[in-house]
């Protein structure tokens, strides 16, 4: 085959529909730690990571050993939800090292292997519990595109292609979304305690920690206190989706660690199989196991070989703090790098975000645009994000080295310095 783009096997095999390779027109074939190689002997850095998949990196070695082991055993792979060591192991591994730590009491239910399915779950069962219809989400949030997900997510093009009426949700503001001097937490509590409100009641709030798809938005501890005391005082359950954010994404395993919250329900998916395979699930406060057998089903609930892999990754990375501290170090030595490229530039550039998910906003589409395909042509693999995908999104491996960071992060200086010199956009 050719590169992509003279290679017209894409355009005639596959759907329109495909997206990120078209931001990245190769064809990737091998890849290790935060480097992807392609067919034509190029190798890229990649700080896309999956969307936040691989935050272990690339093929991490001894993951990889453990489930190769595993597939060459004769282990049960598929076994719908029936019962194998592999299932008991990771939950086993999962509650010692991740929940005890932390003293949190969860049950596990493994949904279907998507993050959107995972989401859907939660709603049912917050809907089921309660007896209300109605969710709150936030402005900019997004859960996914199956059909109860994206009702509760805020991007008007993915909503659109629904093609049916989305209901359920009513949007509130996020943190920071009406400015510095508002907090939205203290409007949500006013609508939500007025009998004359207009809102119904709702069966849960829906919120992610840091808004990953919307733009790198950061929640404030106190604001994601306010919430939480809100959920508990209107009756509704917390749902905190931490598909991207959670996996050690902020420095700790999950991203609502620093503001102490005990969520009602935690959505994990992306990360939790540490390889990339498809895994997700819901942790469920015990007295809120309120499913009847097989009321949320599905095909894939718990693959096995992502729930070794799964396993291995939490063994790997998260019996001791060594990842968390390199995490926050990379994450401030990442933030100060974007903050001296915004502050050179002075177009009014914003740099925001926690740990290791950090943005670059661009406040023009145009820029970030013409930056993240300059990047790509000199090596580097970034992605946009934001409701303009005006935000160049930063999400490497939290097992990135200094020297392949730094390189990075040069090519995304140079390409933004090209784009900022070939784009005529007026000045913030
Ligand atoms: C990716 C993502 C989802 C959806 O997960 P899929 O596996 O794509 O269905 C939901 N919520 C958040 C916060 C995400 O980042």
Redesign the pocket.
């Known amino acids: 085959m050719q590169e992509i783009n003279g290679a017209p096997d894409m355009d005639v095999l596959e759907s329109n529909v495909r997206s990120y390779s078209r931001s990245f027109p190769a064809i990737f074939t091998r890849a290790t730690g935060s480097i992807m190689l392609t067919n034509d002997g190029r190798k890229l850095i990649d700080f896309l990571s999956g969307?936040?998949t691989l935050n272990y990196g690339h093929n991490n070695q001894e993951i990889k050993a453990a489930i190769t082991e595993y597939l060459a055993s004769d282990a049960v792979v598929h076994g719908l939800d029936m019962a194998t060591p592999a299932r008991l192991e990771f939950m086993e591994t999962f509650k010692s090292v991740i929940l005890r730590k932390r003293d949190l009491q969860y049950k596990f239910q493994f949904t279907g292997p998507?993050?959107?399915?995972a989401?859907e779950a939660a709603l049912k069962l917050a809907r089921k519990i309660t007896r209300r219809q109605n969710i709150i989400s936030f402005v900019h949030g997004?859960?996914?595109?199956?059909l109860g997900?994206i009702a509760a997510s805020g991007n008007r093009f993915y909503r659109a292609a629904s093609g049916i009426p989305l209901g359920g949700a009513t949007f509130m503001p996020y943190d920071g979304y009406l400015g510095p001097g508002i907090n939205t937490a203290d409007y949500l509590r006013k609508l939500l305690t007025d009998e004359g409100g207009g809102i119904d009641s709702p069966a849960a709030i829906l919120v992610?920690t840091v808004q990953?798809?919307g733009g790198i938005n950061v929640a404030s501890k106190a604001w994601l206190q306010s919430i939480q005391t809100i959920a508990k005082d209107v009756g509704a359950l917390l749902i905190i989706?931490d598909?991207?954010?959670g996996c050690g994404r902020t420095g700790e395993f999950f991203s609502f660690e620093f503001a102490a919250l005990s969520p009602d329900i935690v959505?994990l998916?992306?990360s939790l199989s540490g390889y990339g395979l498809?895994l997700?699930m819901l942790l469920i406060k015990e007295e809120l196991d309120a499913w009847q057998p097989g009321e949320h089903t599905g095909t894939f609930r718990g693959n096995n070989l992502a729930l070794v892999s799964g396993t291995a990754a939490i063994n790997i990375f998260w019996q001791c703090e060594t990842l968390s501290r390199r995490v926050k170090r990379t994450g401030d030595l990442m933030r100060s790098r974007l903050e001296t490229i915004a502050s050179k530039h002075g177009n009014g550039f914003a740099v925001r975000g926690r740990g290791m998910a950090l943005g670059f906003d661009c406040l023009f589409a145009e820029i970030s645009e013409t930056t993240a395909r300059k990047a790509f042509e000199k090596g580097l693999i970034i992605e946009r994000c934001g409701p303009v995908d005006q935000v160049v999104k930063f999400l490497p491996a939290l097992t990135v080295d200094d020297e392949t960071l730094n390189l990075g992060f040069e090519i995304f200086e140079e390409s933004l310095a090209e784009a900022l010199k070939h784009t005529a956009t007026p000045v913030a």
């Open positions: 969307a936040g998507t993050g959107a399915n989401v997004y859960h996914g595109m199956s997900a992610e990953g798809e989706d598909i991207q954010m959505v998916s992306k498809p997700s």
